[in-house]
């Protein structure tokens, strides 16, 4: 009999981890997909649940905002990825999809303002909050776990499918409202044809819930929960871990910041204040995205080779340099806009691609999940979540520029950070 050799031996289980990140990002593009389309598709449903002359209707509608953009998130990142440490990560990621999935049912399926009142108002903030929930809690999980299952010599390539995945979920999305809005008449679209993405992001949640409980729980975890641990609460060891929670912080606030400026933001502002014709700002977004999509395992691939920072350091020291320069680019035409968004994705996927794997690589396996959540959360709605409101306001009294010098604080931080860290490239997670 031929004894195995010990890459025979690894075969099984790679190409199970295999399985496990497609299934895991599969997850994360409908989670993602789920999310967008509420966004996408509000102007069309919003006069279905809220109504003007209702006080408590109108207060629902400005709590639904900030419920989700900024107490749900850092709450999600707690409890779920408490979860994924005291219970595993499979069980959280399993739990968050069907909780986004929910949602979207609810959503769907749920009576106007015209048939039931405030209740219809109320049904929408509890669907989106336990939609905000799952989408905060999402990322401790699903960081996490990538970052465990990969080959300790490939973790920044399969961390940078998570950013793949999200933005799939978002072209998916955007795609889907494009052809809705091409098939059905507003009437249509005002009446029932809003519902219809709501639908679907549920029944591809049923789908990817399968698809997330048949994960393999990743080996790191499991040597954990079978060592003695210390009986201490997950705070307190949080807590002793706190350098490394705020530097998750100070690496997050300058890419979140610049991802919903270029994302999120370029492309209404270059049709609201440049004058570009709309459809043409989507059609430039998607094709940047498209162009990030492309760099981003690139990036991950550069990391895994050269180490993790040197790599971030592209997208931090990119963003202190190029705000001004490119926001200037964009002057009203097509080319221009695609020209800028496309060299702000490719310069953000430096930090994107990796920004699961260094986060991941600073926390003990115990505490892990919430120490990449819970930060990164908090980041995520502190600076992200407010980069298009403060952007519009500045713009709208003629202080953009003024916004582009705060976006170049936040990376210039995010560069102390880097500065501040242990190359991580190739760690041993225990």
């Known amino acids: 009999m031929v004894p195995r050799t010990g890459l025979e031996s690894r075969e099984p289980t790679l190409r199970r981890h295999r399985r496990d990140l497609v299934a895991a990002n599969i997850g994360n593009a409908l989670e993602w997909f ?11 449903f919003a006069a279905q649940f809220f109504h003007a002359d209702n006080t408590l209707s109108a207060l629902l509608s400005t709590l639904a905002v900030f419920a989700v953009g900024f107490l749900m998130r850092p709450l999600g990142g707690y409890l779920f990825g408490r979860l994924a440490d005291r219970r595993g990560r499979k069980i959280s990621l399993a739990l968050s999809m069907t909780l986004t999935a929910g949602g979207s049912l609810l959503i769907a399926v749920s009576p106007t303002y015209a048939a039931v009142g405030v209740l219809a108002s109320v049904l929408l903030v509890v669907a989106r909050m336990a939609q905000g929930l799952a989408h905060g809690g999402e990322v401790g999980a699903s960081y996490t776990y990538v970052a465990e299952i990969a080959p300790p010599s490939r973790r920044g390539l399969w961390s940078s499918t998570g950013y793949v995945s999200i933005t799939l979920g978002t072209i998916l999305a955007t795609g889907t409202g494009a052809l809705l809005t091409t098939v059905l008449s507003g009437d249509q679209m005002r009446s029932w044809g809003w519902r219809i993405p709501f639908l679907l992001g549920a029944v591809l949640g049923v789908y990817a819930i399968v698809l997330r409980r048949r994960l393999t729980e990743s080996a790191a975890y499991q040597h954990k929960s079978a060592a003695a641990q210390p009986r201490t609460s997950l705070l307190a060891q949080l807590w002793r871990h706190r350098k490394a929670a705020l530097l998750n912080i100070g690496l997050t606030m300058g890419g979140t910041v610049g991802f919903y400026t270029w994302v999120v933001f370029a492309p209404s502002y270059a049709s609201s204040v440049k ?65 800028a968004m496309s060299i702000a994705l490719a310069v953000m996927a430096c930090s994107s691609a990796i920004i699961g794997a260094m986060v991941s690589e600073l926390f003990p396996t115990s ?6 959540g819970l930060p990164y959360s908090i980041a995520v709605a ?49």
């Open 34 to 44: 789920d999310w967008n389309v509420y966004a996408i598709f509000a102007p069309f």
């Open 275 to 339: 004058g570009m014709d709309p459809s043409a700002a989507l059609i430039a977004g998607v094709l940047a995205q498209c162009v990030y999509l492309v760099v981003l395992p690139i990036a991950g691939h550069l990391s895994d080779r050269f180490g993790r920072k040197p790599v971030y350091y592209v997208f931090a020291i990119g963003y202190v340099v190029l705000p001004f320069p490119l926001d200037w680019l964009v002057q009203g035409e097509f080319w221009q806009l695609l020209l």
């Open 367 to 372: 505490v892990r999940a919430t120490g990449v």
């Open 382 to 430: 502190l600076f992200g979540g407010t980069a298009p409101y403060l952007n519009t306001w500045l713009t709208g009294i003629g202080y953009h520029s003024v916004f582009l010098g705060y976006l170049v604080a936040m990376c210039a931080v995010t560069v102390l950070c880097l500065w501040r860290m242990p190359e991580t490239r190739g760690k041993e997670l225990t």
